[in-house]
């Protein structure tokens, strides 16, 4: 039996106010790996600004998008 080879899997979820809700949106990330079986392997977030990322985060998110 062949095995698949695992991807690894990484969400990113902005939204453009504090008012708005990071968790609603983790929540449909997680909900949608796990539905289509993919292991997430970590999930970054972003509010309002874009000051939340670090610079080693964004220069990661840039190496593997």
Known sequence: KAERSRR?????????????????????IETFCKTNNMVLEKIYTDQQTGKNLTDQDTKFLKRIF
């Open 8 to 28: 690894m899997i990484y969400g990113y979820h902005r939204t453009s106010t504090t008012d708005q809700h990071l968790d609603r949106g983790i929540t449909e």
